[in-house]
């Protein structure tokens, strides 16, 4: 089982900047995807960013151009480097990974999740 830890959340003014990290551990034979999701208060979970093992990327409609998603494969880490933010940005950052075992399972894992809140 993989386990995932974000930091990097908290409170900043609108136009500042945020980086969230995720750094996955546990039996790994491959980590396909990671990526972030964000949840705000009455509405559902949407995808923000995700990056695939051949480093392929995908973003929200809404952070692109803000936000960057970016991977060290070394570390099994994933971060997320969000500039320009928006009060509309603020929201629990959830990491994922879907990832494969030994056994070629394939499997999903999420963090716990970390809050951004974007105020003056």
């Known amino acids: 089982q993989v386990q995932l830890v974000e930091s990097g959340g908290g409170l900043v003014q609108p136009g500042g900047s945020l980086r969230l990290s995720c750094a996955a551990s546990?039996?790994?034979?491959?980590?396909?995807?990671m990526g972030w999701y964000r949840q705000a208060p009455g509405k559902e979970r949407e995808l923000v960013a995700l990056?695939?093992?051949?480093?392929?990327?995908d973003y929200a409609d809404s952070v692109k151009g803000r936000f960057t998603i970016s991977r060290d494969i070394a570390k099994n880490t994933v971060y997320l480097q969000m500039n320009a933010l928006k009060p509309e940005d603020t929201a629990v950052y959830h990491c994922?990974?879907?990832?494969?075992?030994?056994?070629?399972?394939?499997?999903?894992?999420w963090g716990q999740g970390t809050q951004v809140t974007v105020s003056s």
């Open positions: 994922n990974a879907v990832y494969t075992v030994l056994s070629g399972a394939k499997f999903i894992s």
């Open positions: 546990g039996t790994i034979f491959s980590l396909n995807v």
């Open positions: 990056v695939r093992s051949g480093g392929t990327t």
